[in-house]
């Protein structure tokens, strides 16, 4: 259980059982984040406690990022005694609507009796629809006695869903392929886990066809080291338009068609271009510009088309080459993005597990340091900043023998930087690397492409290795390429069996270049 509790939440606590590991984070956004690494990483619920309206208030944006990125969470939110709620006494909470429409479920039990089973719903709502479930109880509930005489409003046990599409769904697919031309594949976030890149693999290769990561995907949904992988998508229509240009057919799988963010007139494909979707999220199909969808497990319908398609015969993309890494810095010149992400790369098992939030870089982030294994790649697929030093947290406990590494700006990290307390205090080994240049220089390029200058100033007096360190976790500030090369030298060959957090606070100069 993820918590930042408060006194409306403490007489559940008083008898938690010991069953239960409680782990404390000083902000919520620390609480979601830990919790939807953790959900992501196991693939399963994880229990998340918020302290009414302070604490669901305060959330709400990681529970907004939760939803994106597919983290199924049980949240169960505190509230004042309901004996004398109708008299709104000091912290009652107008609860069921300040997430808006980014919980998959709002419970509020009718009666103290009625909370197991609410609770019970939600795990199931979390599992099958992928996102944060919130169940609201007030305080005094949990001091009830339980009702053991009538069954609970809720399946108790396991719940199977069906992963299997409709055979007509699957004739029709083979036969939209088989009359392509010039097919390539678009994944995403629902393709991210084995079985999905195994049959996305044999599918491509049987077509030869490219695949495309999706842009702003919160996970890879391909080995992006395979020879067919050509790259992230870009986030602009005009762009998109030509990249995706010489192909007649588009598959797209764990996506929806297409993630953008600068809004461009016009249409995401050329006109003729035939798009079919898959994906088990049926919100993502339904939005989507397609002439074909399909709601239904991604593994097993690719693995079906892979060996029913007609085998082509044709020429293979140009492989994807990630670039030279830069040359060492001249005496007295800064470190860039690029010579941290490089020496990254050079250095990174291939199980690792790198956790994104810092978007000026992310570019050169997709470049250099490709997912190899499912998992290997996470971000926050909504666009809000708080969630990758937590979420990279969360993953190590979920994933405790894999490395994993945080790469965020430091603006991303001043939201993110209290669970380094939590890392340091529950023995949570991740890595965590600061790129500080020192201001939002993502939001300085985008005000470039209007023609003026932002208002807002930089920030170079802060400094977050002494935050960090405050917090109790080791931290480092690096200012020399010796003292990188020095300590991931050091650092990385050791993240498998770690059990300290550290932060690498790296001084580098702004980058600036910029292309979403």
Not at 193 to 207: G, H, I, M, P, Y
Not at 377 to 400: D, I, K
Request: aromatic share 6%; with cysteine.
């Amino acid at each position: 259980m993820f918590a930042n509790p408060g006194s409306t939440e403490v007489p559940f606590l008083a008898a938690l059982p010991d069953d239960i590991r409680f782990v404390l984070g000083l902000h919520e956004t620390a609480v979601v984040g830990l919790a939807s690494g953790l959900a992501i990483g196991t693939r399963r619920p994880a229990l998340v406690l918020l302290h009414t309206t302070a604490g669901l208030g305060t959330a709400v944006s990681a529970l907004a990022t939760a939803r994106v990125n597919r983290a199924p969470l049980v949240v169960v939110v505190g509230q004042q005694d309901r004996r004398h709620l109708a008299y709104e006494p000091f912290l009652a909470g107008k609860l069921s609507g300040l997430a808006g429409e980014y919980p998959v479920s709002v419970d509020q039990p009718a009666l103290a009796q009625d909370v197991p089973a609410a609770i019970e719903r939600a795990f199931h709502a979390a599992e099958a629809k992928r996102g944060p479930a919130l169940v609201i109880v007030p305080m005094d509930d949990w001091e009830q006695p339980a009702d053991e005489e009538r069954e609970p409003a809720a399946a108790i046990g396991p719940v199977w869903r069906s992963v299997a599409a409709a055979p007509e769904a699957v004739d029709v697919l083979v036969a939209f392929l088989a009359e392509a031309k010039s097919p390539a594949l678009v994944v995403g976030a629902g393709a991210d886990d084995e079985e999905t890149w195994a049959a996305l693999v044999e599918l491509a290769e049987r077509l030869v066809a490219p695949v495309f990561q999706e842009s702003f995907g919160g996970r890879a949904g391909f080995p992006q080291d395979h020879r067919l992988f050509c790259g992230v998508l870009p986030a602009e229509r005009g762009r998109l338009r030509q990249r995706l240009g010489p192909y007649d057919t588009l598959l797209v799988v764990g996506a929806p068609a297409f993630r953008q963010a600068p809004y461009v007139p016009g249409r995401f494909t050329a006109p003729g271009t035939r798009i079919a979707v898959i994906s088990n999220d049926a919100h993502e199909v339904h939005r989507s510009p397609a002439e074909l969808g399909v709601v239904a497990s991604p593994a097993v319908l690719c693995r079906e088309l892979a060996g029913r398609v007609p085998k082509r015969d044709a020429e293979p993309p140009e492989p994807l080459r990630p670039p030279p890494p830069p040359e060492p810095p001249a005496a007295g010149e800064p470190l860039s993005a690029s010579h941290v992400l490089a020496a990254l790369a050079e250095r990174l098992p291939r199980n690792a597990v790198v956790v994104e939030e810092a978007p000026v870089d992310r570019p050169d982030i997709h470049a250099r340091l490709p997912a190899r294994e499912p998992l290997g790649y996470l971000s926050a697929a909504h666009g809000g900043l708080g969630f990758a030093m937590p979420a990279a947290a969360g993953m190590r406990l979920a994933l405790p023998s894999r490395p994993v590494v945080a790469v965020v700006g430091d603006g991303s990290a001043i939201y993110g930087v209290p669970v380094v307390w939590s890392a340091a205090h529950y023995g949570i080994g991740a890595l965590f690397v600061v790129l500080s240049n020192e201001r939002y220089a993502v939001m300085d390029r985008l005000v470039e492409r209007h023609g003026g200058t932002g208002p807002w100033p930089a920030f170079a007096e802060v400094e977050l290795a002494t935050i960090a360190q405050g917090f109790g976790c080791e931290a480092r500030r690096i200012t020399t390429h010796d003292e990188l090369i020095s300590s991931l030298d050091e650092v990385v060959p050791t993240l498998e069996e770690r059990d300290e957090p550290l932060v690498l606070d790296v001084l580098v100069a702004p980058t600036l270049d910029f292309a979403p």
